[in-house]
DNA sequence: GAGAGATACATAAAGCATTCATATAAATAT
DNA sequence: ATATTTATATGAATGCTTTATGTATCTCTC
């Protein structure tokens, strides 16, 4: 599980199905990275491939039921470290970091932005 | 350049001269691929090898004038760009942010151990 | 001191993830 | 109707890494 299928998994756990040549962009990788990627994921059981409608050349990558539980335990699993991490502080730091969320969810929204921008 | 690439040499920078197998287990990759990546970096004249008169079996890494040049820019990039996204936040966020400069350092070194630790 | 076992690193082959090049089909523009 | 663009698939090449293995050196035990 490469780090661009695990980034891609989540992606499609957030912003459900997608074109592959969307996936691509996002995960700044190549369209035939992502096919290859897909395919392996498919092959996994974890995405599957479907047509659209409007669209004869379009492939829809969607989560399968394998897939969303593997996000989302991955998810809580990284989500149960941190909260191990943030057990370790003191009151005052976890304080301080609540504090600062606003500010560091702003930074994140701007980061990404910028990298979008810059993909373009 | 790899990320690999990248993190050895920053790894250089702040560490010092740093043995093939000491670099292999703090980047996370195999000594042979350490040796291998050492070699191409000798080649780009970011590193330099030496030997270590009380053990003639290991090589000593050590970054040369041009591999800190480098290390330095690349840091330097980095933090031009944060201050950039800092510059975009209110006064209010910044002023979160540094209050809570002491707890991220403290998660930071948290997570620091913790990887050694899942390393070993 | 000799030999066994451990350690440090080099080298080759194999595996994996990705890019580049190219092809086919469908959609859009002229 | 034709030219151009877009979406995706496929094959070949490339780069980074792991696995397997070999040589040299060091350390420990007898």
Redo the contacts between chains.
Sequence with gaps: MSITSAATLATLDRSGPRRITDLAVIEGVTQPAMTVLVRVMEESGLVERRGDASDKRVTLVCLTKAGTSYVQTRHQTGVD?FAR??D??TD???E??V??L???A??AE??SQ?QEGSKR
């Design positions: 470290a991490l943030i370790e502080l005052d730091e976890v301080a970091l504090a600062a606003p500010a560091l702003h930074l701007l980061e910028d």
